[in-house]
């Protein structure tokens, strides 16, 4: 009687390490899942912020024909670097803090960044496209490329839109006809 005793005793106690062991195991897989979702959201938050700057640069450059000028006025907190005399090239960065507030002074709590860089051509190479179907555009057009760079980690800001592709988090080209020169 005794043995048959110690026998369910040591069953009941092998069917609980398997309990514990599949609790465990399902709480390990569900910690990573919400590890994983946390991850996803937190990068999804970032894409969403990144494409509405960019957008918000883009209809800012459209609407101003490509002028620097009339573009920074828009964007207060930006850092405009002009690197032509004409004004017709140049730069204006965005600085973010974590939660995508735009920086105005300190740059040690600086998150992200966004550049539009803007530069000027002549329009039949900027739309050389239209070329092949016979038609020619004469007089200049503004190219905007605009870049979202993510800074955590990383040391200090980006001054110009890099080559490495590797450091763009999001990245848009907008271009406008500016006319004939008068």
């Known amino acids: 009687m005794n043995n048959e005793k110690s026998s369910k005793l040591s069953l009941f106690l092998m069917e609980l390490i398997i309990a514990i062991f599949f609790f465990s195991l399902s709480a390990a897989v569900c910690v990573r899942l919400f590890a994983s979702a946390h991850t996803l959201s937190e990068r999804t938050e970032n894409l969403e912020n990144s494409v509405m700057w960019v957008q ?32 017709t090239s140049g730069s204006i960065i965005l600085i973010f803090d974590q939660d995508w507030e735009l920086m105005d002074s300190a740059l040690s709590g600086a998150s992200y960044e966004v550049i539009l860089h803007v530069d000027t051509g002549d329009a039949s190479e900027v739309y050389s496209d239209v070329n092949t179907y016979g038609t020619a555009l004469a007089g ?43």
């Open 140 to 182: 200049r057009a503004a190219i905007g490329d605009i870049a979202v760079y993510d800074l955590r980690g990383k040391d200090g800001v980006i001054t110009g839109i890099s080559g490495n592709q590797d450091d763009v988090f999001y990245s848009l080209r907008v271009d406008t006809y500016i006319g004939e020169e008068e």
């Open 56 to 87: 918000n640069l883009s209809e800012a450059f459209v609407s101003a024909g490509g002028d620097l000028g009339r573009i920074a006025p828009l964007f207060p907190k930006g850092y405009v670097s002009e690197t032509s005399e004409d004004g």
